[in-house]
């Protein structure tokens, strides 16, 4: 019967059997945990979305809308990716990254602030480009987009803004559609959605999205972690391509991370 379904209605059958499998497990989590979930086919209509319009803390994940802003300055010849920065000490910022460990005066191209930005999720880097490009213009960008919930309201490891409640915030939704965006190359231009796909596939947080396909399945994504968030947007590139992005809320980190390969690997077996 389920292969009759699918040969007749494939995007329906598919869907109800996501939204079956998919609502069996999160079903199994406590009542505590908050999942924010949304899943779709990039060749039909096949989907699932779960609190997927929830305004959540977006931790490192706002780092893909800064990366598309510079593509669309680079687009418009405002930026250079070529062009050397000159690395102060005064740039640099805790957390996550490697920038913080360079020499006072170290010579780096935009191109590569914007790859370490997503590959190592570099806190210098980011903070440099939304000094550079202003945070006004990554927000500007989102709702010219479309996306008028996500929002990048301040700079990483800003412990004063996050004592006074200041938080980036993103959607599942929302990334889902920046993603399919630069999957269809509707931003920037092809070749510049082409390098941040490239760019995306580098990323080497591999415990999210990538713990639940198969060693072999490649995936362009973005995560991020807060002590109360873990989150990953993510295009999986198989057979049949989704985007998939999901933020746990409410379990220590590396049960968040079980819970979001567990998604991703019920995502695959239905539509990869």
Not at 231 to 253: H, K, N, Q, W
């Given at each position: ?96 990254g490697i920038l913080q460990t360079y020499p006072h005066r170290s010579r780096i191209a935009y191109r590569d602030l914007l790859t370490l930005m997503m590959t190592h999720s570099d806190n210098t880097a ?41 938080e980036n915030y993103v959607t599942a939704g929302e990334m889902n559609r920046l993603l399919g965006r630069i999957y269809r190359h509707e931003v920037a231009t092809p070749a510049l959605c082409a390098q ?77």
């Amino acid at each position: 019967m389920r292969i009759l379904l699918l040969l007749l209605f494939p995007a329906v059958a598919l869907s109800q059997s996501l939204s079956s499998r998919l609502n069996g497990y999160l079903q199994t989590l406590s009542p505590t945990t908050r999942v924010s979930l949304a899943v779709q086919s990039l060749v039909d209509t096949s989907a699932f979305f779960h609190r997927a319009d929830e305004r959540v803390p977006s931790a490192s994940v706002i780092k893909l809308p800064i990366l598309v802003e510079a593509m669309e300055w680079a687009k418009a010849g405002q930026i250079n990716l070529d062009e050397i920065y000159i690395l102060l000490d005064s740039d640099k910022a805790g957390g996550s990254g490697i920038l913080q460990t360079y020499p006072h005066r170290s010579r780096i191209a935009y191109r590569d602030l914007l790859t370490l930005m997503m590959t190592h999720s570099d806190n210098t880097a980011t903070n440099i480009l939304i000094r550079e490009l202003g945070m006004e213009a990554v927000n500007q960008r989102l709702r010219s987009l479309g996306l008028p919930t996500s929002q990048l309201n301040r700079m990483m490891m800003d412990t004063a803004a996050v004592r006074r409640g200041v938080e980036n915030y993103v959607t599942a939704g929302e990334m889902n559609r920046l993603l399919g965006r630069i999957y269809r190359h509707e931003v920037a231009t092809p070749a510049l959605c082409a390098q941040m796909l490239d760019i995306l596939k580098r990323n080497e947080d591999t415990l999210t999205i990538p713990s639940g396909l198969p060693k072999t399945v490649v995936v362009a994504h973005k995560t991020g972690t807060l002590a109360y968030v873990r989150g990953d947007a993510g295009i999986v590139y198989g057979p049949r391509p989704f985007v998939l992005s999901v933020f746990v809320e409410g379990l220590p980190t590396a049960e968040a991370e079980r819970v979001i390969g567990e998604l991703t690997r019920i995502c695959w077996e239905v539509l990869g």
